[in-house]
């Protein structure tokens, strides 16, 4: 069974910082194979693309409304994907999400081009 586990989220003041982590889990999903996104979801609203990393390459992509504050990065050797967030602001408040995409590029920004999914961390920013 493949299971991505996301941690680190939390609350933090506006400004702050956090680290989201997912690691994966299972017999089968080595996230070498995966392209691995961030989603997120806040409440009344839609689950909308933050940030990925392609599977081969290294090449991001970032949401418009993150981009110079985010950094997605993965550490094949352990299997794990992570978020830093920098400067965050209360709008940032979701549930965030951790998907795989097997051989996924840097372009799939859309949820249902994800076939694995977190279960979610809460990111609450105060003002």
């Known amino acids: 069974q493949v299971q991505l586990i996301e941690s680190g989220g939390g609350l933090v003041q506006a400004g702050g910082s956090l680290r989201l982590s997912c690691a994966a889990s299972?017999?089968?999903?080595?996230?070498?194979?995966?392209?691995m996104g961030w989603f997120r979801q806040a409440p009344g609203n839609e689950r909308e693309f933050v940030a990925n990393i392609a599977w081969s390459g290294g090449i991001s992509n970032y949401a418009d409304s993150v981009k110079g504050r985010f950094t997605i990065s993965r550490d094949n050797a352990k299997n794990t994907v992570y978020l830093q967030m920098n400067s965050l602001k209360p709008e940032d408040t979701a549930v965030y999400y951790c998907?795989?995409?097997?051989?996924?590029?840097?372009?799939?920004?859309?949820?249902?081009?994800?076939?694995?999914w977190g279960q979610g961390t809460q990111v609450t920013v105060s003002s």
């Open positions: 998907a795989a995409a097997f051989r996924g590029r840097d372009y799939y920004t859309a949820w249902h081009q994800y076939t694995y």
């Open positions: 299972g017999r089968s999903l080595s996230i070498s194979n995966y392209g």
